[in-house]
């Protein structure tokens, strides 16, 4: 694309300009009150505060029903930072497509296909590869298995114009039918110690005496994905188009935004972070399952959600996302934590899923709020 | 007012299935001259600026621009001629700011260690420039449309087309959606683009605004052309037997 002029007409103004009290101004004015600015800064910090009370609330549990604490207690947050990984890793990619106004369902079982390509290449090419190289491979042909359904996807909604719930829908079926069929119906243990490494261990940050601060792999990991999708969501030309595709598709088209090609490539995104997802879980569980991504569905969309996306697009940022998925977490391990019983885990997360969308709906009602990165 | 118009639009004509949207329309347009199009609802006088913009491709005819003969493929081929349209619904991006969207899709970047990020200072400076000449005061630049009068959104739409060193600005319907104070606005706005020489092409259906700001005026019925005259030249009730015929 070529520097666009950026030389600025004077125009004169002449006598057609009265001289002061600007009706537009007038209208300005009364636009811009502190009212708009508390609203749009409460808009931003929902999540924050949400996460805030779980965690008091969660502390308070513990206190009275165990005389124990939850949030000072390095394990917790530890467990916490690695119940996040999930969710988040299949979010990233989500908040992309959701601030376009679509919605990937496909990305659970996405996720299972990367988780079990990337076991069953290791495993066929550690035999005949050194364990570096064979590692190498399996990343990259899982990773290319997972952009597969992404592109599908893709072409789908953008060229076809299926509806995004229906596309990914129907390649939710086929992908956890492929994931199925290649893993012959079980799961495919692993045996390279670089990767049951990365899945475990934790890296050493800071030991000064007694005190220690590390950081499971996994977690370090998820970080550096993190801030590289929010580098692309909030500084890239392709990230300001996911917005306004999301905004207003016919206003990108006749701005001359390549909406097919941007469409495709947010699919494409959304598919990888999920296989990335369904690598980690090898690393993590040492060994690949279709099912890897099956409950993370729920939980990727409730962290977009919840941290501040609106299903109608347009809006969200990686950020709340992150925060989402910190609340989906901590409502995961703390229930855990408190002894409940696990299943309610589920209607949590789905009550919480339900709560954000409404909020998020009688907010959009009242304010102007800030909405992109 | 020079000889040469910046814009000749030669027997166009468009179908759509079985509807002549426009039949051998011919219309010019000089540098400097706001052009009304006036006409009833379903007369052509949205598809005539599509075809000049570059959204519909006529089925007969010709289009020549600043004397050469063009085709553009899309409107962002006929943005980067210096033809810029402002359409109905102004198509803005809502849930943007004032800066996102005087860019959108011609986003400025800059690097900042070796990366490319989204010039965000620079698209700010220079809408709130281009708003300025407009004689257009928005104090928060960092919210999103979604919170500003009409008046101001419309006013964003024109401050992003001329940015862009429009020759020829075309404008739909540009005062329907507002109120009274905001049209006389918008009315002063195409007043002092004609001074700065731009070719202005303006649709309305509000005789009071086509007398007011107009320099010649172009009536359609039913895709055709059925009376063109010198604003002075004429009055409403001349106008208005073109529009409905008879
Ligand atoms: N994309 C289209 N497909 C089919 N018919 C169209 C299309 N655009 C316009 N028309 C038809 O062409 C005629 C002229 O429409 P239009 O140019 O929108 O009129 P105006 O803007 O003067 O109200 C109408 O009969 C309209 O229904
Ligand atoms: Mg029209």
Same mark, same amino acid.
């Given at each position: 694309?070529?520097?666009?002029?950026?030389?600025?007409?004077?125009?004169?103004?002449?006598?057609?300009?009265?001289?002061?009290?600007?009706?537009?101004?007038?209208?300005?004015?009364?636009?811009?009150?502190?009212?708009?600015?508390?609203?749009?800064?409460?808009?931003?910090?929902?999540?924050?505060?949400?996460?805030?009370?779980?965690?008091?609330?969660?502390?308070?549990?513990?206190q009275?029903?165990?005389?124990?604490?939850?949030?000072?207690?390095?394990?917790?947050?530890?467990?916490?930072?690695?119940?996040?990984?999930?969710?988040?890793?299949?979010?990233?990619?989500?908040?992309?497509?959701?601030?376009?106004?679509?919605i990937?369902?496909?990305?659970?079982?996405t996720?299972?296909?990367?988780a079990v390509?990337?076991?069953?290449?290791?495993?066929?090419?550690?035999?005949?590869?050194?364990?570096?190289?064979?590692?190498?491979?399996?990343?990259?042909?899982?990773?290319?298995? $997972? +952009?597969?359904? /992404?592109l &599908?996807?893709?072409?789908?909604?953008?060229?076809?114009r299926? !509806?995004?719930?229906?596309? #990914? @829908?129907?390649?939710?079926?086929?992908?956890?039918?492929?994931a199925?069929?290649?893993?012959?119906?079980?799961?495919?243990?692993?045996?390279?110690?670089?990767?049951?490494?990365?899945?475990?261990?934790?890296?050493?940050?800071l030991?000064?005496?007694?005190?220690?601060?590390?950081?499971?792999?996994?977690?370090?990991?998820?970080?550096?994905?993190?801030?590289?999708?929010?580098?692309m969501?909030?500084?890239?030309?392709?990230?300001?188009?996911?917005?306004?595709?999301?905004?207003?598709?016919?206003?990108?088209?006749?701005?001359?935004?390549?909406?097919?090609?941007?469409?495709?490539?947010?699919?494409?995104?959304?598919a990888? $972070? +999920?296989?990335? /997802?369904? &690598?980690?879980?090898?690393?993590?569980?040492?060994?690949?399952? !279709?099912?890897?991504?099956? #409950? @993370?569905?729920?939980?990727?969309?409730?962290?977009?959600?919840?941290?501040?996306?609106?299903?109608?697009?347009?809006?969200?940022?990686?950020?709340?996302?992150?925060?989402?998925?910190?609340?989906?977490?901590?409502?995961?391990?703390?229930?855990?934590f408190?002894?409940?019983?696990?299943?309610?885990?589920?209607?949590?997360?789905?009550?919480?899923?339900?709560?954000?969308?409404?909020?998020?709906?009688?907010?959009?009602?009242?304010?102007?709020?800030?909405?992109?990165? | 007012?020079?000889?040469?118009?910046?814009?000749?639009?030669?027997?166009?004509?468009?179908?759509?299935?079985?509807?002549h949207?426009?039949?051998?329309?011919?219309?010019?347009?000089?540098?400097?001259?706001?052009?009304?199009?006036?006409?009833?609802?379903?007369?052509?006088?949205?598809?005539?600026?599509?075809?000049?913009?570059?959204?519909?491709?006529?089925?007969?005819?010709?289009?020549s621009?600043?004397?050469?003969?063009?085709?553009?493929?899309?409107?962002?081929?006929?943005?980067?001629?210096?033809?810029?349209?402002?359409?109905?619904?102004?198509?803005?991006?809502?849930?943007?700011?004032?800066?996102?969207?005087?860019?959108?899709?011609?986003?400025?970047?800059?690097?900042?260690?070796?990366?490319?990020?989204?010039?965000r200072?620079?698209?700010?400076?220079?809408?709130?420039?281009?708003?300025?000449?407009?004689?257009?005061?928005?104090?928060?630049?960092?919210?999103?449309?979604?919170?500003?009068?009409?008046?101001?959104?419309?006013?964003?739409?024109?401050?992003?087309?001329?940015?862009?060193?429009?020759?020829?600005?075309?404008?739909?319907?540009?005062?329907?959606?507002?109120?009274?104070?905001?049209?006389?606005?918008?009315?002063?706005?195409?007043?002092?683009?004609?001074?700065?020489?731009?070719?202005?092409?303006?649709?309305?259906h509000?005789?009071?605004d086509?007398?007011?700001?107009?320099?010649?005026?172009?009536?359609?019925?039913?895709?055709?052309?059925?009376?063109?005259?010198?604003?002075?030249?004429?009055?409403?009730?001349?106008?208005?037997?073109?529009?409905?015929?008879?």
């Open positions: 694309m070529s520097e666009p002029p950026t030389a600025n007409r004077k125009l004169q103004t002449a006598d057609t300009k009265p001289p002061s009290a600007h009706p537009i101004d007038e209208l300005v004015s009364e636009r811009t009150t502190w009212a708009t600015s508390v609203r749009s800064t409460v808009a931003s910090m929902r999540a924050w505060i949400f996460l805030f009370f779980l965690l008091v609330g969660f502390e308070i549990w513990a009275l029903a165990y005389h124990t604490t939850f949030l000072f207690n390095p394990f917790n947050a530890s467990s916490i930072a690695v119940f996040t990984v999930g969710p988040l890793l299949l979010a990233l990619g989500q908040t992309f497509v959701v601030i376009s106004g679509g990937d369902l496909s990305v659970g079982f996720m299972g296909l990367a390509v990337f076991s069953k290449i290791l495993n066929l090419s550690m035999g005949v590869l050194p364990d570096p190289l064979a590692l190498v491979v399996a990343l990259v042909v899982a990773l290319l298995a $997972s +952009a597969v359904p /992404g &599908i996807n893709g072409l789908l909604i953008a060229i076809l299926v !509806p995004p719930f229906i596309g #990914t @829908l129907g390649m939710y079926g086929v992908a956890r039918g492929i199925y069929l290649m893993a012959g119906g079980t799961t495919i243990p692993i045996s390279n110690p670089v990767v049951s490494f990365i899945g475990n261990q934790s890296l050493t940050l030991s000064i005496g007694d005190f220690r601060v590390s950081i499971p792999i996994l977690v370090l990991v998820t970080i550096v994905l993190t801030v590289a999708m929010v580098f969501l909030s500084q890239s030309r392709f990230g300001r188009h996911v917005y306004a595709i999301g905004g207003n598709r016919q206003a990108s088209l006749r701005a001359g935004i390549n909406v097919t090609r941007n469409t495709i490539a947010l699919y494409i995104l959304s990888l $972070s +999920a296989g990335i /997802g369904g &690598i980690l879980y090898t690393a993590r569980f040492t060994a690949g399952a !279709p099912q890897a991504g099956e #409950t @993370l569905l729920l939980d990727s969309i409730a962290a977009v959600v919840i941290g501040g996306a609106s299903l109608f697009g347009g809006s969200g940022t990686i950020t709340g996302t992150v925060i989402g998925a910190l609340i989906i977490a901590v409502i995961q391990y703390g229930l855990v408190v002894n409940v019983e696990p299943f309610w885990q589920f209607v949590a997360v789905g009550v919480v899923i339900i709560i954000s969308v409404l909020v998020d709906q009688t907010q959009k009602q009242l304010s102007g709020a800030r909405t992109d990165e | 007012m020079s000889e040469q118009p910046i814009l000749r639009v030669q027997s166009v004509s468009k179908r759509f299935g079985g509807v949207a426009l039949e051998n329309v011919s219309v010019d347009l000089f540098p400097g001259e706001v052009l009304a199009l006036a006409g009833d609802n379903g007369a052509g006088k949205s598809t005539l600026i599509k075809v000049i913009s570059g959204v519909h491709r006529p089925d007969e005819g010709k289009i621009y600043d004397g050469a003969e063009v085709t553009f493929e899309n409107p962002q081929k006929a943005r980067e001629q210096g033809i810029e349209t402002i359409y109905q619904d102004l198509a803005l991006a809502d849930n943007l700011d004032v800066g996102a969207n005087v860019f959108l899709g011609r986003e400025p970047m800059k690097r900042v260690l070796g990366l490319p990020v989204l010039d200072k620079k698209m700010r400076t220079e809408a709130a420039e281009a708003l300025r000449v407009l004689d257009i005061r928005i104090n928060r630049f960092d919210l999103p449309l979604r919170s500003m009068s009409g008046g101001q959104r419309q006013a964003v739409a024109i401050g992003r087309a001329i940015h862009w060193n429009a020759k020829v600005l075309i404008m739909d319907e540009p005062t329907a959606a507002l109120g009274v104070p905001e049209q006389r606005k918008v009315i002063a706005l195409i007043k002092s683009l004609k001074q700065s020489g731009v070719g202005v092409i303006f649709i309305s509000n005789l009071v086509i007398f007011a700001v107009s320099d010649r005026i172009v009536v359609l019925r039913r895709g055709q052309k059925v009376g063109e005259a010198a604003t002075q030249a004429t009055n409403s009730d001349e106008i208005v037997r073109w529009m409905v015929g008879g």
